[in-house]
T-cell receptor, first 112, second 113 residues
Framework: GENVEQHPSTLSVQEGDSAVIKCTYS??????FPWYKQELGKGPQLIID?????GEKKDQRIAVTLNKTAKHFSLHITETQPEDSAVYFC???????????FGTGTKLQVIP | NAGVTQTPKFQVLKTGQSMTLQCAQD?????MYWYRQDPGMGLRLIYY???????DKGEVPNGYNVSRLNKREFSLRLESAAPSQTSVYFC????????????FGPGTRLTVL
């Protein structure tokens, strides 16, 4: 089955700096890579996703890059703000997207 | 539009007790999922239901049963709770054939003593 590794497990940045979270996956058939943000006491919420036919996708301060050859993808948050503090999960799935395999999560702390 | 709702929010059980976690969605989604979240292990799929009337095992199904009661509701049952089932449980739903986005409920925090 699919295996998704995520690094780092914790990340502290100063407000205004950039944050980068990296993930690798094992199944070359995976073709959909979502990123979820989980705030304290809440369920995860999708913030951005990318499909395997695209190398990069941006949405305001958030961007995701995908390297299919190396089987890794990354989340980039620029100009971080305190409200970006949360746990972020990467994930991968294939085929009909029925089963999604999640990474172990990164706790991001943005220091004002 | 409440999205995905879960009950209860918190529960404490003794080893061997049984309980059912309830999940409902009002988005007319076909697929529903149950995950558990443990520190350092991310979200692991317990069971999922691709459509009303079907259920399939995920990564960690042992000790659990599910019922897709109708299109809206998907319940998770622990027949004989064990301390290893102490976790936060999340239900999610997704519309097949279109968006791949899974929508999560707020979670149920379960402690088994």
């Amino acid at each position: 089955g699919e295996n998704v590794e995520q690094h780092p497990s914790t990340l502290s940045v100063q407000e205004g700096d950039s944050a980068v979270i990296k993930c690798t996956y094992s199944d070359s058939a995976s073709n959909y890579f979502p990123w979820y943000k989980q705030e304290l006491g809440k369920g995860p919420q999708l913030i951005i996703d990318i499909r395997s036919n695209v190398g990069e996708k941006k949405d305001q301060r958030i961007a995701v890059t995908l390297n299919k050859t190396a089987k890794h993808f990354s989340l980039h948050i620029t100009e971080t703000q305190p409200e970006d503090s949360a746990v972020y999960f990467c994930a991968a799935s294939s085929g009909g997207y029925q089963k999604v395999t999640f990474g172990t999560g990164t706790k991001l702390q943005v220091i004002p | 539009n409440a999205g995905v709702t879960q009950t209860p929010k918190f529960q404490v059980l003794k080893t061997g007790q049984s309980m059912t976690l309830q999940c409902a969605q009002d988005m007319n989604h076909n697929s529903m999922y149950w995950y558990r979240q443990d520190p350092g292990m991310g979200l692991r799929l317990i069971y999922y239901s691709a459509s009303e009337g079907t259920t399939d095992k995920g990564e960690v199904p042992n000790g659990y049963n599910v019922s897709r009661l109708n299109k809206r509701e998907f319940s998770l049952r622990l027949e004989s709770a064990a301390p290893s089932q102490t976790s936060v449980y999340f239900c999610a739903s997704r519309q097949t054939g279109g968006s791949s986005t899974q929508y999560f409920g707020p979670g149920t925090r379960l402690t088994v003593l």
